[in-house]
């Protein structure tokens, strides 16, 4: 009877960790369809902001910002979008392992690496690649728009102390489904692919819209909204990721838990069942010990 009471115990723990599960596996669901959509409208923005840089590339194309210079220090700034949560799959030991190839890969000395982490989860794993952290961030809560300017702050502040060479960011991108892949995006110098793009391409209308703003004003105005735009679209499909990858480990979960389920009721049932014959072969046994 102990074993059967031990069962039941297990029984009940179990249920209510599958629908635990479940809940979670339904937050992370409308997580991701919320942040989706979040993604859609910052292409909108993004358009904008390129647009604004096309024109300026229109009036003065061959300004110095945007031409392709040889980097003299090869310093760099990695930012690094990691999960404040647990229970995320691989997520943040893909980007980690992602991030230290990479800044490897660009021939970078260590000690001539700034790194930003945000996230703590991920913090954790970059120091156990023995890569420093300079800044931490966190990004749990609702206001990640003053967490994303304090790194603004935070990188223009280490290009006047350092002369930083290039700024990157690395995060995981949602793929299909509830795949992600990890990406790495320079945010300065730009990107000479991006430049010639847009030097190119060909403007929607007849007419070129004009500014009286004066030209250096409006480029520094325009890439600060891009920086911003940056960072606040990597942090979005992070969390897309972040969420997608909770998701399937959710999805694993709940599959081990009902096959544990099914076992713990088929152990209960045969439990029963046995401790029901034993019973009444008590009973048979003693009926027959008493009519002699």
Not at 195 to 220: C, F, H, N, Q, V
Request: glycine fraction near 4%; charged fraction near 25%; aromatic fraction near 10%.
């Amino acid at each position: 009877m102990e074993l059967l009471e031990a069962l039941k115990r297990k029984i009940n723990s179990a249920e209510e960790l599958h629908s635990l599960v479940k809940t979670m596996k339904a937050l992370a669901a409308v997580s991701i369809r919320e942040h989706e959509q979040a993604v859609g409208s910052l292409k909108e923005y993004h358009k904008t902001v390129e647009m604004g840089f096309q024109i300026l590339l229109q009036n003065r194309p061959d300004v110095e910002v945007f031409r392709s210079r040889q980097l003299e220090k090869n310093r760099l700034c990695a930012i690094i979008f990691g999960s404040e949560r647990g229970m995320c799959g691989q997520f943040n030991e893909k980007i980690c392992a992602y991030s230290i190839d990479r800044m490897n890969k660009l021939e970078i000395k260590p000690q001539d690496r700034t790194v930003f982490a945000l996230g703590d989860r991920v913090i954790t794993r970059i120091e156990e690649a023995g890569q420093q952290i300079e800044k931490r961030f966190s990004i749990f809560g609702s206001n990640i728009g003053f967490t994303l300017q304090e790194v603004l702050i935070n990188i223009e502040e280490l290009r006047l102390k350092k002369d930083i060479d290039q700024i990157v960011l690395f995060y995981n991108k949602p793929a299909t489904g509830t795949s992600f892949n990890p990406n790495m995006v320079y945010l300065l110098p730009f990107d000479p692919e991006w430049i010639k793009t847009l030097s190119g391409k060909k403007w929607p209308s007849r007419t070129l819209p004009a500014y009286t703003m004066e030209w250096e004003s409006l480029y520094t105005s325009l890439t600060r909204q891009y920086l911003f735009f940056s960072l606040y679209r990597a942090f979005v499909e992070s969390i897309a990721s972040e969420n997608a990858s909770r998701l399937a480990s959710m999805q694993v979960a709940e599959k081990n838990i009902e096959d544990r389920l099914r076992e713990l009721h088929t152990g209960f049932n045969l439990q029963r069942q046995t401790s029901i014959t034993s019973e009444l072969l008590d009973i048979m046994t003693g009926f027959e010990a008493l009519m002699g």
